[in-house]
């Protein structure tokens, strides 16, 4: 009879590039998550997208959280630009936390698929270049007030 294994700390999943990627952001993670990155070096950002009305607003919360440079054009290309090139917000790796992104998916659902392709585009090409790329998506709608 094996015995079971413990599962691994989130700071080292975290830190291995091979699991990098976007994927669902379980349930009560999030501060979880942002703590093991923190420990591992990595930048975490956490984008609210609850309250978030159309692209333009998902674009000026992703750069806000990422300090995109003032040359950020606002746009899909520009988008994919800057994350796919952080010299700005060095860090040994990155975690985006994509909150409260349901209801913004269910009104916005070309776009929110859009996005999901440019953040797995872009760690793909972190994994190139030996830097963890995540992506958390928290497909839950706003909490209640």
């Known amino acids: 009879m094996s015995t079971p294994t413990a599962p691994l700390p989130l700071s080292t999943l975290l830190a291995d590039i091979s699991r990098a990627g976007v994927r669902p952001l379980p349930p009560g993670s999030a501060e979880r998550l942002a ?12 984008i609210d997208l609850g309250d978030c009305e ?6 000026t919360r992703i750069a806000t959280a990422l300090k995109f440079p003032r040359w950020f054009g606002h746009n899909w290309d ?48 972190r994994a190139d270049e030996q830097i ?14």
Do not use: M
């Not at 070096?41 to 956490?46: E, Y």
């Not at 159309?54 to 674009?59: G, I, M, N, S, T």
């Not at 988008?79 to 349901?102: F, Q, S, T």
């Open 35 to 46: 703590a093991a990155a923190s420990q591992i070096g990595f930048n975490c950002a956490r």
């Open 54 to 59: 159309d692209k333009a607003a998902l674009l």
């Open 78 to 125: 520009a988008l994919a630009d800057c994350l796919g090139d952080l010299d700005w917000l060095p860090a040994k790796g990155y975690v985006l936390l994509l909150e409260h992104a349901g209801s913004f998916r269910e009104r916005h659902s070309e776009d929110f698929e859009t996005l999901l392709a440019i953040l797995r585009e872009c760690a793909r090409t």
């Open 132 to 145: 963890a790329f995540w992506a958390f998506a928290d497909l839950s709608g706003p909490e209640p007030a």
